[in-house]
């Protein structure tokens, strides 16, 4: 009986220096978790570079007006912002479909739609933050931020470190008017930090201004697309194909073709 125990113990004394011999170091659990990070990080990487399940906008809804703000330097930065490297605009399929829809509606009521943002790389964000954080460069604060100190855009949710643009389902656009050939006025500019833009915004706003947003909304909600709260010009597929991805390649006709 005894025997039998020490002849097992030896096996499993031997068996486990076979897998220490084989690793190079110990199998312990903590070495298995640390695999397992490492590989889950690597298919995160690949998940976030993957443009398979993205359109060009202009190929998708043709009649779209795109006017690609961070491709310029007319945005609240003052410099054409890291990843943008042409002035297209990229969106999931499922994100495509429903703004070919509201392209429709929107046709039909006179407008086009005209789209300032789409797509957004993690590239984009990470160069929102860098800026946020020189207090310095206020360039353009006339013009997007009159109201606020800078010093308090990423604590008050201005900036951030994640966007929703970079899940591929979210577009920033207005309406343009067929008929003056003018975009609409919504009595606020695209991207203006202040509670102006709020939807819901009524003070100093006439009633054709407000109009105008709730025609926005009234077509985007009709296609599926969720507002936000804080901004008329932004909306958000409901039921976004990919609700816990970040992408992160680069805003050109080539990130497609490449799949």
């Known amino acids: 009986m005894y025997k039998k125990i020490i002849l097992f113990a030896y096996a499993a004394a031997a068996a486990a220096m076979l897998a220490a011999c084989s690793t190079g170091e110990p199998a312990t659990q903590e070495n298995t978790s640390e695999t397992v990070s490492a590989e889950n990080a690597i298919m995160a990487e690949d998940a976030a570079s993957d443009a398979s399940g993205f359109v060009s906008v202009s190929e998708a809804v043709p009649d779209a007006i795109l006017e690609i703000r961070y491709y310029s330097t007319y945005n609240f930065v ?15 399929k499922e994100a495509a479909d429903a703004l070919k829809g509201a392209s429709e509606d929107a046709k039909a009521l006179g407008y086009r739609l005209k789209i300032y943002d789409a797509y957004r790389p993690q590239t984009a964000v990470n160069n929102f933050i860098e800026w946020a954080e020189d207090t310095d460069d206020t360039r353009m604060k006339d013009y997007f931020y009159p109201e606020l100190d800078k010093s308090v855009l990423f604590e008050q949710g201005y900036i951030a470190d994640k966007s929703g643009h ?10 343009f008017d067929m008929n003056t050939g003018k ?17 819901d915004y009524t003070e100093g706003l006439t009633e054709g201004q407000l109009d105008n947003r709730n025609t926005l909304r009234d077509i985007m909600l009709e296609n599926g ?14 039921g976004e194909p990919y609700p816990d991805t970040y992408f992160d390649f680069p805003v050109n006709e080539d990130s497609l073709s490449a799949q």
């Open 166 to 175: 970079s899940r591929g389902s979210t577009v920033d656009l207005t309406l």
């Open 183 to 199: 975009e609409v006025d919504m009595g606020g500019v695209f991207d203006y930090f202040g509670e102006l833009s709020h939807p």
């Open 225 to 238: 697309f969720n507002p936000l709260d804080t901004e008329w010009w932004h909306f958000t597929l409901d």
């Open 78 to 92: 003052g410099d054409r912002i890291d990843g943008y490297e042409e002035p297209c605009a990229l969106i999931t």
